[in-house]
């Protein structure tokens, strides 16, 4: 659904596409660091080469995608 062109979506430069399923495999690292008791920091980065049944859809242009996550937690 999300890689996907519906026909009513379709347009010259954007052709229709199905997607049924796919798998990507994604390798990342996380870590939490606590910044006192009570509060933590959490960072993550990854890396996932997407399917080719994702990677072929007209709306995506990347083979790979990159992620990153910053938070903050509080614990009562």
Do not use: C, H
């Not at 596409?17 to 390798?27: E, I, R």
């Amino acid at each position: 659904y999300y890689y996907g062109v519906r026909m009513t979506e379709a347009t010259m430069n954007r052709p229709a596409y199905k997607v049924d399923s796919a798998f990507s495999l994604q390798f990342g690292l996380m870590t939490n660091y606590r910044l006192s008791e009570n509060w933590s920091l959490t960072g993550r980065i990854a890396l996932a080469r997407l399917a080719d049944e994702i990677s072929d859809s007209p709306i995506v242009e990347d083979d790979f995608v990159t992620s990153a996550f910053i938070g903050i937690g509080y614990r009562f």
